[in-house]
């Protein structure tokens, strides 16, 4: 999975239209190409952060509040899965996305434990 952050807000007032013209059509590209390819899995984007609830445990009671559950300047704004052959493969296509993104994470989709 790889993981793009950042805020839809910032980004707005931080970059021209034509900018978030190009990131939208490089993203349309970027997923013909998984699917060309056959590594697609899915891709989507996330609503902004301030549209977020977070639903907690508390004293046995269940608690919503408003915003993210991290109270951090980026959030989690959208991720693709894929399916590669390797970690090398999955690093090259970070590589692709981080031009437009400057920091996305990736992680291996886990299995659960055995118990």
């Known amino acids: 999975m790889l993981m793009m952050f950042g805020d839809a807000t910032d980004m707005m007032e931080a970059r021209s239209p034509e900018w978030v013209r190009d990131m939208i059509a490089f993203m349309g590209d970027f997923n013909a190409e998984l699917e060309k ?8 984007g ?10 907690s445990l508390v004293d ?3 608690v919503v509040s408003d915003g993210p559950f991290a109270e951090a300047k980026e959030a989690l704004a ?6 590669v052959k390797d970690e090398a493969r ?3 296509l970070a590589g692709k996305v981080v031009v437009w993104a400057e920091r996305v994470e990736l992680r291996k989709i886990g299995e659960a434990p055995e118990v």
Do not use: C, N, R, Y
């Open 37 to 44: 390819s056959g590594e697609f899995v899915g891709a989507e």
């Open 78 to 83: 959208g991720f693709w899965i894929f399916d």
């Open 90 to 92: 999955a690093v090259e």
């Open 60 to 62: 046995g009671q269940v």
């Open 46 to 55: 996330l609503d902004f952060p301030s549209t977020a609830k977070t639903v």
